[in-house]
């Protein structure tokens, strides 16, 4: 209590308070402030100010009380502010790890339903080729020889040939024709859903952060679920 008594400048006891400038003072400062209006001897004052010293404590009290609570607020807000973080980052990881799974699958399965349309498609086109490629080897067995005997044999040569290659001419014909009734090719486009480009134009906005400002509510943890 004695430095605290004493004048900061000059280190003398503090005795003076000089009201026009708020000022405790020394016996030096007296000097200083001697022009002016409002000085008084601190002896003097203290007793006037009873009431007022009473009530600057109860407001301290009442401010360290307050300032103490909001001290723990902060504490335990803090430790709110950590588990509000997980809490939104396992939010945001389990609904964007089940939405990359779900594209992962309809990858895979969309995929698997074309290549297995493909390999079927392949498959019938390559049978197709091959039987084309034998009814093409039936006729180069067949028509030279029938054009020949055509232009250059007798009617009863041309009559036994026909009869002799009828079969054969017949199941040309008939392969032919349905091959011209069979569709040739195939072409598959891929089509998202609707909704899929809606996300897809949303772009980043698909997630938002709702911020909420609340006063400190008393003694309440946010726990991490
Ligand atoms: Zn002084
Ligand atoms: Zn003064």
Redesign the pocket.
């Known amino acids: 209590m004695k430095g605290m008594a004493r ?1 900061k ?2 280190f ?1 006891i503090i005795k003076f308070i000089c009201e026009d400038h708020s000022l405790l ?5 007296l000097f200083i402030h001697r022009k002016c209006k409002h000085v008084n001897k601190v002896t003097e004052q203290c007793k006037l100010h009873l009431e007022e010293y009473r009530s600057a404590q109860a407001s301290l009290e009442n401010s360290r009380a307050r300032v103490h609570a909001v001290i723990e607020d902060c504490e335990r807000e803090i430790e709110n502010i950590n588990n509000n973080g997980l809490k939104v980052s396992k939010e945001i990881n389990v609904h964007i790890d089940s939405i990359i799974v779900m594209l992962n699958n309809t990858r895979s399965t969309v995929l698997k339903e074309a290549n297995t349309k493909f390999d079927t498609e392949t498959q019938l086109l390559r049978v197709r080729h091959s039987t084309c490629k034998s009814i093409e080897a039936t006729i180069a067995e067949i028509l030279p020889l029938y054009s020949l005997v055509l232009k250059a044999g007798t009617p009863e040569q041309t009559f036994i040939l026909t009869r002799m290659f009828k079969e054969k001419i017949a199941h040309v014909q008939h392969e032919v024709a349905k091959q011209d009734e069979t569709p040739c090719s195939i072409r598959i486009n891929v089509e998202f859903a609707p909704e899929m480009s809606a996300l897809l134009k949303k772009g980043y906005s698909i997630v938002s952060l709702q911020m909420n400002y609340n006063s400190f509510e008393k003694g309440k943890k946010l726990i991490d679920q």
Do not use: F, I, N
């Open positions: 004048c400048e000059h003398e003072c020394c016996s030096e400062c």
